[in-house]
């Protein structure tokens, strides 16, 4: 078999196998589902699974892995921007691969699999806007007023909950161009502008 060809059909068995586990775990569970549940809705035998994962939790991990590296591509001609400012396009890039990959996205947002496929993707997504951040602070040479850690765990806290309401909400409550322009007011102008208030906040006591 041509190189190629093999890849092909490697693609094709990893995606079948990745389209079956999803759909299980948003039907199930993921602790319901077995190997034996994932291989007969692929309609592939145990060894063809065995050849590519050890178990459903290495699938699992490859599921986000490969969501993960996808998004990077999406993102990556759109760093240069969001070094320079806040131009809220990785955000809305975000929401229009979960709209393309609803129910992956779904499966890891719920927290399937005791939280472990939602724990890597946020560390991910934290590590990747911490360095945003930073990179953001030294190209217009200003100093964090916060950790830079609590502000992209935060930044990406908000960004997840909100995604994960808008991706289980029936029928879709807004585009994803109004739910970035949201997300982007709410982080350049702060909840208390956002809940309606006008001018500086009131001073808070010291203690």
Same mark, same amino acid.
């Given at each position: 078999?041509?190189?190629?060809?093999?890849? @092909?059909?490697v693609r094709r068995t990893r995606r079948l196998l990745r389209d079956a586990l999803v759909s299980? &775990?948003?039907?199930?569970?993921?602790?319901?589902?077995? &190997?034996?549940?994932?291989?007969?809705?692929?309609?592939?035998?145990?060894?063809?699974?065995?050849?590519?994962?050890?178990?459903?939790?290495?699938?699992?991990?490859? &599921?986000?892995?490969?969501?993960?590296?996808?998004?990077?591509?999406?993102?990556?001609?759109?760093?240069?921007?969001?070094?320079?400012?806040?131009?809220?396009?990785?955000?809305?890039?975000?929401?229009?691969?979960?709209?393309?990959?609803?129910?992956?996205?779904?499966?890891?947002?719920?927290?399937?699999?005791?939280?472990?496929?939602? @724990?890597?993707?946020?560390?991910?997504?934290?590590?990747?806007?911490?360095?945003?951040?930073?990179? @953001?602070?030294?190209?217009?040479?200003?100093?964090?007023?916060?950790?830079?850690?609590?502000?992209?765990?935060?930044?990406?806290?908000?960004?997840?909950? &909100?995604?994960?309401?808008?991706?289980?909400?029936?029928?879709?409550?807004?585009?994803?161009?109004?739910?970035?322009?949201?997300?982007?007011?709410?982080?350049?102008?702060?909840?208390?502008?956002?809940?309606?208030?006008?001018?500086?906040?009131?001073?808070?006591?010291?203690?």
């Amino acid at each position: 078999m041509p190189p190629q060809a093999g890849d @092909r059909r490697v693609r094709r068995t990893r995606r079948l196998l990745r389209d079956a586990l999803v759909s299980l &775990v948003l039907e199930r569970g993921y602790a319901a589902v077995t &190997v034996e549940d994932i291989t007969e809705r692929a309609d592939l035998g145990r060894a063809t699974f065995y050849s590519h994962y050890t178990d459903k939790d290495d699938l699992l991990d490859r &599921v986000v892995t490969d969501l993960l590296d996808e998004l990077a591509e999406r993102l990556r001609p759109l760093e240069l921007g969001s070094e320079v400012g806040f131009t809220g396009k990785p955000a809305l890039e975000i929401f229009r691969h979960a709209q393309e990959e609803r129910d992956a996205y779904r499966m890891i947002l719920r927290g399937e699999g005791d939280g472990r496929a939602l @724990r890597q993707f946020t560390a991910a997504q934290t590590e990747a806007a911490a360095g945003v951040f930073w990179a @953001r602070a030294a190209h217009e040479e200003v100093t964090p007023r916060i950790s830079v850690e609590v502000l992209a765990r935060a930044w990406v806290g908000e960004q997840l909950a &909100v995604l994960h309401w808008w991706l289980e909400s029936q029928p879709r409550p807004m585009e994803p161009e109004e739910a970035t322009k949201m997300l982007l007011d709410l982080s350049l102008r702060g909840r208390y502008w956002a809940n309606g208030f006008e001018g500086e906040p009131p001073a808070q006591d010291a203690q």
